[in-house]
């Protein structure tokens, strides 16, 4: 089946403006997380959903970054206020079984570009 | 703490020749342990993964990693490199709810 897909692939953005990043995860996994790719600071964890509980949003860096997923499929990565510092790509992945894996598929990510 | 420590931040190999990219790691329990590789502009792709059993673990592209538990280290190994394989490669160990990642080495193939 399809990968992980994530949009937009570019986004550029003014300082102060809000964004949403989206990411559909492979059909019938019940995790998903984001994670953000900057020079710098390598990979770093943001949040994780898994199924119909509550979020870890231990890795989100400022009350800016919030995330939503609904129906416990496509999730939106949500950047208010941007700051230029939060120029990066993100990354969403999936996962199909916590308990016995933690094997993740990747999207392409999208890259944010704020100026 | 968890932690992923990849020391060579830049490797060239020549190709056809061997590669040895090292990762040690920092963790609690029996770690579950990952390498991926990153193409310029594209995701991240799995190459191959410990869990348990067998300590070397064959992989994708013809890599293979062993996990030595006494040296804390998942080191990817692959015999003969192709001008393809310039990336960057990631080692990363299993979090309770997510993966810590190394820094990663970036590989460059040279003719």
């Known amino acids: 089946g399809a990968g992980v897909s994530q949009s937009p692939s570019n986004k550029v953005t003014e300082k102060g403006k809000d964004v949403e990043l989206r990411c559909d995860p492979i059909s019938g996994h019940t995790a998903l997380y984001w994670y953000r790719q900057s020079l710098g600071q390598g990979l770093e964890f943001l949040i994780y959903f898994q199924g119909n509980s509550a979020p870890d949003k231990s890795g989100l860096p400022s009350d800016r970054f919030s995330a939503e997923r609904t129906g416990g499929s496509v999730s939106t990565l949500t950047i208010q206020r941007t700051q230029q510092e939060d120029s990066a790509v993100y990354l969403c992945?999936?996962?199909?079984?916590?308990?016995?894996?933690?094997?993740?598929?990747f999207g392409p990510g999208t890259r944010l570009t704020v100026t | 703490a968890q932690s992923v420590t990849q020391p060579d931040i830049h490797i060239t190999v020549s190709e056809g020749a061997s590669l040895e990219l090292r990762c040690n790691y920092s963790?609690?329990?029996?770690?579950?342990l990952f390498w991926y590789v990153q193409s310029p502009g594209q995701g991240l792709q799995l190459l191959l993964k410990y869990f348990s059993g067998d300590t070397l673990v064959q992989g994708i592209k013809g890599f293979e990693a062993e996990f030595k538990r006494s040296q804390s280290s998942f080191n990817l190994r692959k015999p003969s490199v192709h001008w393809s394989d310039a990336a960057e490669y990631f080692c990363?160990?299993?979090?309770?709810?997510?993966?810590?990642f190394g820094k990663g080495t970036t590989l460059s193939v040279s003719s």
């Open positions: 992945a999936s996962s199909s079984r916590l308990a016995e894996s933690y094997e993740q598929y």
């Open positions: 990363a160990v299993g979090a309770r709810t997510a993966l810590i």
């Open positions: 963790y609690g329990a029996t770690p579950y």
